[in-house]
């Protein structure tokens, strides 16, 4: 079984710019979420899809980050305008709605410089 | 103050040593108790899982609960140099266990 896909895996980009992450998650996985990991610190839940329905955006800086999954499979997180805070691990994970594990992806290491 | 603090470490043994890991929370309403694994560069990967107080075992692996007293562990038996990464205690509210409060990870090295 295939695990969690996100790319790219590295991105540098300069205050002020704009960057999206893609997040394929595991087949039939209703559930994916993305977590802000900074340095140093645990995960942070971002925001929570069931199939294309936002569920919870809760801590998700709305002014700057948008998420959508529009299929109800693949997802993109993007953030417009970066500050350098916004540098951390970008990690997506996807659970099946019977189960108790969410799985993660190896992230995406975003450098805001 | 954080809902979940663990110990910071980092934490570095010998090959073959007994490994405590430890965290703390304060909102009683968390249920579901988790430790995760993070090698360097790679997402975290589930090690354990537990609802009750008391100990549940799995391999070199025991997950440990004292909900009265808001504190869990993770010990590690016959450590070996390959368990050398971050690992997480993570808590949650229900069987959403990707809806989860994680703490700031222990980092680990193993030396052979």
């Known amino acids: 079984e295939a695990g969690v896909a996100q790319s790219p895996r590295y991105k540098i980009i300069e205050k002020r710019q704009s960057v999206a992450f893609w997040c394929n998650p595991i087949s039939g996985h209703a559930t994916l979420y993305w977590y802000q990991q900074i340095l140093g610190q645990g995960p942070k839940l971002l925001i929570q899809?069931?199939?294309?329905?936002?569920?919870?955006d809760s801590q998700l800086p709305k002014d700057r980050f948008s998420a959508e999954r529009l299929k109800g499979v693949d997802s993109t997180l993007k953030i417009q305008p970066a500050k350098l805070e916004d540098s951390a691990v970008y990690l997506c994970a996807s659970m099946d709605g019977g189960n108790t594990e969410a799985f993660f992806g190896q992230g995406t290491r975003l450098t805001v410089v | 103050q954080k809902e979940v603090e663990q110990d910071p470490g980092p934490l570095s043994v010998p090959e073959g040593a007994i490994v405590s890991l430890n965290c703390t929370y304060s909102?009683?309403?968390?249920?579901?108790f988790m430790w995760y694994r993070q090698y360097s560069r790679k997402g975290p990967e589930l090690l354990m899982y537990?609802?009750?107080?008391g100990n549940k075992e799995d391999g070199r692996f025991t997950a440990q609960v004292d909900k009265s007293s808001k504190y869990i562990s993770l010990f590690i038996r016959d450590s070996q140099p390959s368990d050398s990464a971050t690992y997480l205690c993570?808590?949650?509210?229900?069987?959403?266990?990707?809806?989860?409060?994680f703490g700031d990870g222990t980092t680990l090295t193993v030396k052979p």
């Open positions: 993570a808590m949650s509210y229900n069987t959403n266990a990707g809806k989860s409060t």
């Open positions: 537990t609802y009750s107080s």
């Open positions: 899809f069931q199939n294309n329905g936002v569920v919870d």
């Open positions: 909102n009683s309403a968390f249920q579901y």
